[in-house]
């Protein structure tokens, strides 16, 4: 079946400006996740959805960065008055969720490659 | 939540078999471990999971001690399509915890 797809592939944008980066999770992935890769690091987790619900957004870096998923299906994540120090790879996994024991696998997207000047 | 190291890097040649150790020394008895793949510009991919002992799919065998403390990624007889970046992580069911952190890079070399 079709994978996590991420929209746009690329986005160039200048400081200031807002952007909106979309995830269109796993059909039936109860949860969805985001995160934040810089070039020769691992994933910095951001935040993550069960259904419509936010578990946890500790990982955001401030307050311009917000996340919804509003029928706990796709979702979007807002950067409002970018800076250059956004520039980065932004990542959506979604996985099955809760309900088993252990770490459910979680499918990553190809990403949103964010580019502020 | 559960810290894990791992060496940074790691170079092998085809048809060698890899260990890559992951230390997680503050492992909760709930946790269960689970190894990432990453090739450049491509998003981790899921490789295996195991709570204790050993487990073994059509890509690598996992190998945890008693204590738990550790584990041992095994990727027997690599070719060059493997190299890529691994990532250990250690979380429980609800993924509240998971981390990753900066992973080891294997290069394999022909």
């Known amino acids: 079946g079709a994978g996590v797809s991420q929209s746009p592939r690329y986005k160039v944008t200048k400081r200031g400006q807002d952007v909106a980066l979309r995830c269109d999770p796993i059909s039936g992935h109860v949860s969805l996740y985001w995160y934040r890769q810089a070039l020769g690091q691992g994933p910095e987790f951001l935040t993550y959805f069960n259904y419509e619900a936010q578990q946890d957004k500790s990982g955001l870096p401030n307050d311009r960065f917000s996340a919804e998923r509003p029928e706990g299906s796709i979702s979007t994540l807002t950067i409002q008055r970018t800076e250059q120090r956004d520039s980065a790879m932004y990542r959506c996994a979604s996985s099955l969720g809760s309900g088993r024991r252990g770490a459910y696998e979680q499918y990553f997207g190809p990403g949103t490659r964010l580019t502020v000047t | 939540l559960a810290k894990t190291t791992q060496p940074i890097s790691m170079d092998s040649y085809e048809g060698q078999e890899v260990n890559i150790t992951c230390s997680h020394n503050n492992i909760a008895t709930n946790d269960y471990i689970t190894w990432y793949q990453q090739f450049p510009s491509q998003g981790p991919r899921f490789i295996i999971q195991?709570?204790?002992t050993k487990v073994t799919n059509e890509v690598a065998s996992l190998f945890i001690p008693a204590d738990r403390k550790s584990s041992t990624l095994s990727l027997p007889r690599v070719s060059l399509s493997d190299t890529a970046v691994y990532y250990c992580?250690?979380?429980?069911?609800?993924?509240?915890?998971?981390?990753f952190g900066a992973g080891t890079r294997l290069t394999v070399k022909p």
């Open positions: 195991g709570y204790k």
């Open positions: 992580l250690v979380g429980v069911y609800n993924n509240n915890d998971m981390r």
